[in-house]
């Protein structure tokens, strides 16, 4: 199935989703954040802050509801349904939250990439500062609706 033909939330879950949607909100804002880092969803289930080398610079493990609000923000791909349907970040050794392994991580980023993400940071310093100071929260997109199998 692709994006063009993945179902679309019904209005039973709209509100359900919308919640999970701001919870997940509050838990990357609550996040420490390298620049020049990202976000990622690993298979295991645990979403981590890291550092362009791929450092884990913070981690929580997401409990299915979490992870289909995370991945019900982009595009439908059948491979990431089956690859985390079952899946409980939960259920992750805190440890292993920080010391995953690295095969669960993106490739760190290239020293090109590095370099380019700098100069961005550099232009976009001022509006950074303002975005950062704000209080308000964005509002999830949400582009899929992933049957991870969750019930209740």
């Not at 609550?30 to 990202?38: E, L, Q, S």
């Not at 929260?137 to 991870?148: D, F, G, I, P, Q």
Request: hydrophobic share 30%; glycine share 6%; charged share 30%.
């Amino acid at each position: 199935m692709d994006d063009s033909t993945a179902q679309t939330p019904s209005d039973a879950h709209r509100e359900a989703l919308s919640h999970d949607q701001q919870e997940l909100g509050r838990i990357v804002k609550a996040f420490r954040i390298d620049p020049m880092g990202g976000i990622s969803l690993g298979k295991d289930g645990v979403l981590r802050s890291l550092t362009a080398d791929r450092d884990v610079v913070d981690a929580m493990g997401l409990p299915p509801r979490m992870i289909k609000a995370y991945l019900d923000q982009s595009h439908y791909v059948k491979e990431l349904e089956d690859e985390f349907r079952g899946v409980d970040g939960t259920k992750v050794p805190r440890e292993q939250w920080f010391r995953p392994d690295r095969r669960l991580l993106p490739q760190p980023l290239s020293e090109e990439h590095k370099e380019e993400a700098r100069r961005m940071m550099e232009e976009n310093a001022s509006l950074t500062e303002d975005i950062s100071q704000e209080e308000t929260c964005c509002v999830a997109t949400v582009r899929s609706n992933y049957n991870l199998g969750i019930t209740g």
